[in-house]
C-alpha cells in the first residue's frame, strides 16, 4: 500500500511535503558501520542478511520564490534485470546483489507530484544532496528545472551511476560560497530571503549538500543520508557506506550542535519516522 504524502502547512502558501518514492533495503554492514576502515567495506560484501525496508523520500518546499524539490528518489526501471548493465563488473554485481528496492510506477516522483496538483515544469529548483541513484532517478522528470549539485559532488562523486543520468544533465555548480555564524560554515544561499541555505554535510559523499530551511524561528534541516535516521544520530553512529568515516563523524557532531542550540526538525532520506515528525515540529526532534 502506498504510503500517504505527508504534508506541513505552515501557512496558506507555504507547506513542506514529504513524498516516499520506493523503498530500499541494504546488507547492515552498509546501514551501520561495522569495523575499521577497510574492513567494514569488506563487512557489507560479507553480510547475508538484509536491513528492514526503509523509504526513499523526496521532499518538496513550497515557498513563495519558488517550488524546491529535494532529491528526485528512485524509479521502478531499478527492478529491470539489464538495469545496471553499463555499470562495470564491480558496479553491476554490488547495486544486483546488495540493494533490494519495491518500488512501482505510481511510486516515482512525476506521478506523486500530480497528485498534489504539482507539475514537474512549475518546480523551479531542484536540489540534489548527492549524486547516488536513489536520490537521482527520478531526474527525467525535471528537464525543464534547474537541477543544484554542489561543484564538489561534481568532480568529486562516490559511487554515482553516470550513465543512467539524462542526456540533459546539465546542472548548476554552486559552492559553499557566504560565511555564517552556523556550525556548518560557509553555506549557499538559494533564496533572495536567505531562508533556504545549502550547507556542506561531508562523509557520506565528498561533496553531500543538506537543505536548511529556517521559518519563524524553526529550522527544517533535509539531510540526505547523514545518518539513516535520527536515533542513528543521537547515538552518534556513522553507516558503512561513508566515503569518510572522519567526515562524517564531524558532521553529525556539527548537525548536533546545531540541534542543541536550535530548535531544528531532521529530516533524513531513509527515516521511516520522518512522516511523524514533520507534521507534529512542535515536538523537539532531539527528543522525539
Do not use: C
Not at 125 to 141: A, E, K, N
Not at 220 to 236: E, K, S, V
Request: charged fraction near 25%.
Amino acid at each position: 500500500m502506498k504510503t500517504p504524502i505527508k504534508t506541513l502547512h505552515l501557512n496558506p502558501t507555504t507547506r513542506i511535503q514529504a513524498i516516499e518514492t520506493g523503498r530500499v533495503a541494504v546488507r547492515p554492514s552498509f546501514k551501520h558501520k561495522k569495523g575499521p576502515g577497510l574492513i567494514s567495506k569488506l563487512n557489507i560484501f560479507l553480510d547475508k542478511e538484509f536491513t528492514e525496508f526503509m523509504p526513499v523520500y523526496v521532499y518538496v518546499i513550497e515557498h513563495s520564490e519558488g517550488i524546491i524539490v529535494i532529491d528526485t528518489g528512485e524509479n521502478a526501471h531499478v527492478k529491470e534485470p539489464d538495469y545496471f548493465e553499463d555499470a562495470g563488473w564491480l558496479g553491476k554485481t554490488f547495486n544486483e546483489k546488495h540493494i533490494r528496492f519495491e518500488i512501482e510506477k505510481s511510486d516515482e516522483i512525476g506521478p506523486q507530484l500530480a497528485q498534489i496538483g504539482i507539475h514537474p515544469d512549475q518546480v523551479r529548483w531542484v536540489v540534489l544532496t548527492h549524486l547516488h541513484l536513489d536520490h537521482t532517478d527520478g531526474l527525467h522528470y525535471f528537464p525543464n528545472t534547474e537541477i543544484l549539485v554542489s561543484r564538489i559532488e561534481m568532480e568529486k562523486p562516490a559511487s554515482h551511476t553516470p550513465y543512467l543520468y539524462p542526456e540533459w544533465f546539465r546542472p548548476t555548480q554552486f559552492e559553499f560560497d557566504t560565511e555564517t555564524e552556523l556550525p556548518f560554515g560557509k553555506v549557499h544561499y538559494l533564496t533572495q530571503a536567505k531562508d533556504v541555505a545549502l550547507v556542506h554535510l561531508p562523509g557520506h559523499t565528498w561533496g553531500q549538500a543538506g537543505v536548511l530551511f529556517q521559518y519563524e524561528g524553526r529550522y527544517f534541516l533535509f539531510a540526505g543520508d547523514t545518518t539513516y535516521d535520527l536515533a542513528q544520530l543521537q547515538n552518534r553512529g556513522l553507516a558503512g557506506a561513508h566515503v569518510s568515516y572522519r567526515q562524517a563523524a564531524g558532521t553529525v557532531d556539527k548537525v548536533l550542535r546545531f540541534m542543541a542550540e536550535e530548535e531544528v526538525v531532521y529530516l533524513a532520506s531513509h527515516d521511516g519516522e520522518v512522516g511523524d515528525r514533520l507534521v507534529n515540529p512542535h515536538i523537539s526532534s532531539m527528543s522525539s
